[in-house]
């Protein structure tokens, strides 16, 4: 065999053991996904603020969606139940990991799966709503973020209190398909500041928000709090659309203030979705959840809308007013 035949060979011998490697080097990244379980859909016309944070979140983060990640997001739309079916859906996709809405989802999501990370928010208290046995060391595949703050149901009742003089009785709103320590906690702060609190629960996927209403006016109350919890959180417009036209005060959470209520107050439940972003970024580079703590959000914000104010014939008073992160006109 001459030089040019070898030459030759060798050449073709050498391209055909580099061609695998140039392959694989040719072979894009994987890009990680992320599952995202809320209560509503997210849409053009009508995003869900949660979802819209935390994408906010990841951005900040330097995340490009379908460059550096691809969030799968699911809705359960009101109906909780649907929830582990959702989960599960997200399991056959191989997500990385799952951020949760709520401790029902939380619950749900836990049940289906052990291995794949998951991280909440908007859960009041992760140990007794079962979500954790311990905030501080997590441990298994669970942790997030909370704004719980034991004495948040008496704050809340002491300013719906001073903002309403002669406030007596109230009306409390909340989610059927939730567990009643929200609504227990906040039934026993206002005992304790001698108003006579009334329980009223609702169930999605479309509530009978008229029939509560109903039951509040024959109850004669003079004011309505919503809780945060997700059908009345997603229901919020409609709520206060009612209690306008019912001349009924209401106290919505503090991110709700865009509801037209009243008064919105407490810590922001979007700020926390936006965190969320962080512990998913840190799980995806490596870190297990069970290790990462619960952070909790201290920091409480109040709006005061005087529009609606006006419109059901409440004066606030100006030492409330004064006290307002925001007041709209």
């Known amino acids: 065999m001459n030089a040019k035949y070898r030459t030759v060979i060798v050449t073709l011998a050498f391209g ?17 996904r992320v ?14 603020p949660p979802l819209q944070a935390f994408q906010q979140g990841l951005a900040n983060l ?20 649907r929830f582990p079916e959702l989960t599960a859906e997200l399991v056959r996709l191989n997500v990385g990991v799952i951020a949760v809405i709520g401790a029902v989802t939380a619950r749900a999501a836990k049940k289906v799966t052990t291995n794949i990370p998951i991280v909440f928010t908007m859960v009041v208290d992760p140990v ?13 595949n669970v942790t997030g973020i909370t704004s719980f703050d034991p004495q948040q149901a008496r704050k809340q009742l002491e300013l719906l209190k001073e903002a309403i003089p002669g406030l007596m009785r109230v009306a409390i709103i909340g989610d059927q398909g939730v567990s009643d320590a929200l609504l ?16 009223l629960k609702v169930a999605g996927p479309t509530p009978d928000l008229e029939g509560a209403f109903a039951a509040a006016r024959k ?25 306008a036209t019912y001349r ?10 865009d509801a037209g209520g009243l008064i919105a107050y407490g810590t922001s439940i979007l700020e926390a979705a936006g965190r969320m972003a962080a512990y998913v970024d840190r799980i995806l580079k490596g870190a297990k959840a069970g290790d990462l703590p619960v952070e909790v959000l201290t920091r409480h914000r109040l709006t005061i809308n005087l529009k609606t104010a006006r419109e059901i014939g409440v004066t606030i008073p100006p030492e409330v007013l004064k006290r307002a992160d925001q007041v709209i006109q």
Request: charged residues 25%; hydrophobic residues 45%.
């Open 35 to 48: 599952g995202f379980l809320g209560h509503r859909a997210s849409t053009p016309a009508a995003p869900y």
């Open 184 to 199: 227990k906690a906040n039934e026993a702060a206002a005992r304790a500041l001698g108003l006579q609190p009334q329980g």
């Open 128 to 140: 007794t709503d079962n979500v954790l046995a311990s905030s501080e060391r997590p441990g298994g």
């Open 16 to 32: 055909l053991l580099l061609a695998p490697l140039a392959s694989e080097a040719q072979q894009p990244a994987k890009i990680p």
């Open 248 to 257: 009924l005060p209401t106290m919505f959470p503090a991110d709700w203030a």
């Open 219 to 243: 109850e004669r109350a003079d004011a309505l709090l919503i809780l945060e919890e997700p059908i009345v959180v997603v229901h919020r417009k409609r709520i206060a659309e009612l209690a």
């Open 62 to 81: 330097g995340y490009v969606e379908g460059r550096d990640i691809i969030i799968e997001a699911r809705s359960s739309e009101g109906a909780v139940e």
